[in-house]
């Protein structure tokens, strides 16, 4: 059984600051990593995709990955009372059959 | 461009009722398709996936049933609903490879 895990949260933070998200999954296999956001009531959508080892920045995210570690995470800078929502970690792999997805960590970013 | 189209956005229905959820996608041809449902303040639970046009895959074990009739098509449905069954019903597509998952608007189901 495939598992991702996250924080629940809530995760609060002062407007401006770095938040920072984190994820762990169990199977090895697993190829492609993303982050959601997913607003309360809305569906999610997808806000960062990371595929290999390292960094990837857009913005003001940064998803950083580690396979060794079975670990992704997701920094967001500055952040905005509008960052304010439950982010969704999801793995898949290589074969797109299987996307699991964590519980979510909610992120409270206060004005 | 590609769209995702999901209906109804709300629905209530009492126990014991048929329900029918119909999910389309548009511009892409071949897509993975997903059923997920999200109980409140939970994460997501993946139902059903589809690879190719009746081929679906059940993860968990329920009253629910899925189908693809058509390429870009993929029906949830239930003979008749439990009060277990409200939750959030998300339709999702993807490209086959690994790649991201995109989601449609979400039902929000409550069985009365």
């Known amino acids: 059984q495939k598992e991702v895990e996250q924080n629940s949260g809530p995760l609060s933070v002062p407007e401006g600051a770095i938040a920072s998200l984190n994820c762990t999954y169990s199977d090895r296999v697993s190829q492609s990593f993303f982050w959601y956001r997913q607003y309360s009531g809305k569906s999610p959508e997808l806000i960062m995709s990371?595929?290999?080892?390292g960094d990837k920045e857009d913005g003001r995210f940064t998803a950083q990955l580690n396979k060794a570690s079975q670990y992704v995470s997701l920094l967001i800078r500055d952040s905005q009372p509008s960052d304010s929502a439950t982010y969704l970690c999801a793995v898949n792999d290589n074969y797109g059959q299987n996307f699991v997805f964590g519980p979510g960590t909610r992120l409270s970013v206060l004005p | 461009s590609q769209t995702i189209h999901q209906w109804p956005a709300t629905l209530v229905q009492p126990v014991g009722s048929p329900l029918s959820l119909e999910c389309t996608v548009e511009?892409?041809?071949?897509?993975?398709l997903y059923w997920y449902r999200q109980a409140a303040g939970r994460g997501l639970q993946l139902l059903f996936y589809s690879v190719g046009i009746g081929q679906i895959s059940s993860e968990v074990p329920q009253n629910l049933s899925a189908s693809r009739p058509q390429d870009r098509q993929f029906i949830l449905s239930s003979k008749k609903l439990l009060l277990s069954d409200s939750g959030f019903y998300l339709c999702?597509?993807?490209?086959?490879?690994?790649?991201?998952?995109?989601f449609g608007q979400g039902t929000r189901l409550t069985v009365v």
């Open positions: 999702a597509w993807s490209v086959p490879g690994g790649t991201e998952a995109f």
């Open positions: 511009g892409t041809s071949n897509p993975n």
């Open positions: 990371i595929y290999s080892n």
